[in-house]
């Protein structure tokens, strides 16, 4: 599938601004820093696109990037630093009712730098995908920073601990930015779900009521 089109559609501070689209949505979450911005910038194909930070915690808000005239990538603020204290329990909900809620999502990207070994925070957050039913793989960041033996060794240990704490483990990748390694089968999975819903004409997803709290 070639991109031949993206276009910084809008940015959410807040639950109220989610917009109308019928358009299918990928999202990229995880820890600050771990590599959101970059991998989508790697995806499209651009340098620019989703602002890439070097220190953590710089997407506060929702990126929506439209790509192709047809689907969007999301670029969601990372968990693991805080924001302005004041701002947490606000940002929390808007990431929450995006991942849980947003019925276009259709697919997230859980990033996971493989350097460091999956946390409680990782592990919680994988359970809440799996009770709301939430389609996802786990993609191993920052590749070419350790050794292929270090590598499967934590993606082993990252295994282990999800089999221990509850499911199967889900289908995972191994990326990175710097080496250009890993673009084409996340491009693979977009392409497949972008043919299926086109053959299909279903709805991405059930209809969440969204609780008040
Ligand atoms: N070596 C290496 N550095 C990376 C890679 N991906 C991201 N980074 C660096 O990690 C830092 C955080 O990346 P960013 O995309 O802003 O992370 P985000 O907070 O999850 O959006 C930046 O300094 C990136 O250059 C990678 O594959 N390899
Ligand atoms: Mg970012």
Redesign the pocket.
């Given at each position: 599938m070639k991109i031949f089109s993206v276009k910084f559609k809008k940015s959410i501070e807040n639950s109220n601004q989610f917009f109308y689209s019928t358009f299918p949505e990928y999202a990229?979450y995880?820890?600050?820093?771990?590599?959101?911005?970059?991998?989508?910038?790697?995806i499209v194909n651009s340098k620019k696109e989703?602002?890439?930070?070097?220190?953590?915690?710089?997407?506060k808000f929702i990126n929506f990037f439209l790509i192709n005239h047809k689907w969007y990538l999301i670029?969601l603020p990372?968990y693991g630093y805080s924001f302005q204290k004041n701002r947490i329990i606000e940002k929390k909900k808007l990431i929450k009712d995006y991942i849980f809620y947003r019925t276009n999502l259709v697919y997230l990207f859980l990033?996971i730098d493989c350097r460091i070994i999956i946390q409680k925070l990782d592990l919680d957050f994988i359970k809440k995908l799996k009770t709301y039913k939430i389609h996802f793989c786990i993609v191993f960041?920052?590749?070419?920073?350790i050794n292929s033996k270090i590598l499967d060794r934590n993606i082993n240990y990252c295994k282990e601990k999800i089999e221990k704490n509850f499911f199967s483990m889900p289908k995972y990748f191994k990326?990175?930015?710097?080496?250009k390694y890993g673009r084409e089968k996340l491009i693979q999975i977009i392409k497949n779900l972008n043919e299926y819903f086109e053959l299909k004409k279903k709805p991405y997803r059930e209809k969440l009521i969204i609780p008040n709290s």
């Amino acid at each position: 599938m070639k991109i031949f089109s993206v276009k910084f559609k809008k940015s959410i501070e807040n639950s109220n601004q989610f917009f109308y689209s019928t358009f299918p949505e990928y999202a990229f979450y995880g820890r600050s820093n771990v590599g959101k911005s970059s991998l989508i910038n790697f995806i499209v194909n651009s340098k620019k696109e989703a602002k890439v930070s070097s220190y953590p915690g710089r997407t506060k808000f929702i990126n929506f990037f439209l790509i192709n005239h047809k689907w969007y990538l999301i670029d969601l603020p990372g968990y693991g630093y805080s924001f302005q204290k004041n701002r947490i329990i606000e940002k929390k909900k808007l990431i929450k009712d995006y991942i849980f809620y947003r019925t276009n999502l259709v697919y997230l990207f859980l990033l996971i730098d493989c350097r460091i070994i999956i946390q409680k925070l990782d592990l919680d957050f994988i359970k809440k995908l799996k009770t709301y039913k939430i389609h996802f793989c786990i993609v191993f960041t920052k590749t070419d920073k350790i050794n292929s033996k270090i590598l499967d060794r934590n993606i082993n240990y990252c295994k282990e601990k999800i089999e221990k704490n509850f499911f199967s483990m889900p289908k995972y990748f191994k990326v990175s930015v710097k080496k250009k390694y890993g673009r084409e089968k996340l491009i693979q999975i977009i392409k497949n779900l972008n043919e299926y819903f086109e053959l299909k004409k279903k709805p991405y997803r059930e209809k969440l009521i969204i609780p008040n709290s």
